[in-house]
């Protein structure tokens, strides 16, 4: 929901899987809807206090304004996005992308006006089920690698260096994947610091 207007943003895809995301108002009544034909799937939205939305998908990042109006985008090919979170006056986006050369959980970071600012490769392949969590601390997010649940917590600190790898433990799902669980179930805990302005090495740079 947004913020300011109290409009609810509904994201996804129509029939063909081409962009569609649908405004309404609390009573669910159709305020606008935005459609994209060189577009493909919207997964995730979120706001700033402002208003504006940011909205990630299939190969896209875009910021709206407060009517529907798309004011920027970023676009890369063979990345998509499941989860996105505005917190600090910094966009959080968690896509699954080529890090070190197999295609894998990264986040990525933008400035409001959409210019990156980071990268940092994680772990497995992030969900397109289930939201992304922040505590004011730490973001949280869910996904999978081969026959492993994993559960990345990644500690946001913007004014001092942080230890960059705390814990990482791994054990077996005893069931079979399922988009349900994946909320539910963490297997694997990895800990990654992230500083604005500090080299990590092969984990991230900025």
């Known amino acids: ?5 109290g409009h609810v943003w ?3 895809s129509e029939g063909d899987g081409r962009f569609r995301v649908e405004i ?5 009544n159709p305020v606008r809807v935005i459609k994209r ?3 493909w799937l919207a997964y995730a939205v979120d706001f700033d206090e402002e208003g504006y939305a940011y909205v990630s998908g299939d190969g896209f990042v875009a910021k709206y304004d407060t009517y529907g109006n798309e004011v920027v985008a970023w676009e890369e090919r063979g990345w998509w996005a499941p989860k996105v979170l505005y917190a600090s006056n910094l966009l959080y986006v968690g ?3 080529l890090c070190w050369g197999s295609t894998t959980a990264a986040l990525y970071i933008f400035s ?3 210019r990156q600012v980071g990268t940092l490769c994680l772990r497995g392949v992030l969900e397109r089920w289930g939201k992304v ?3 004011g601390r730490s973001i949280y997010l869910a996904g999978y690698d081969s026959t492993t649940w994993v559960t990345l917590s990644v500690v946001v600190n913007l004014s001092s260096v942080v230890v960059v790898t705390l814990t990482a433990t791994v054990t077996r799902a005893e069931v079979p994947l399922s988009p349900e669980a994946v909320p539910l179930i963490a297997a694997v805990a990895l800990v ?13 740079r900025y």
């Open 37 to 39: 034909v060189d577009r």
């Open 24 to 28: 309404l108002d609390q009573d669910m």
């Open 1 to 5: 929901m947004n913020p300011l207007t």
């Open 133 to 135: 969590a922040f505590d």
């Open 10 to 12: 509904v994201v996804g």
């Open 112 to 114: 409001r006006d959409l």
């Open 95 to 97: 896509a699954n992308a």
């Open 192 to 204: 990654v610091g992230v500083a604005l302005g500090v080299s990590i090495g092969r984990r991230g």
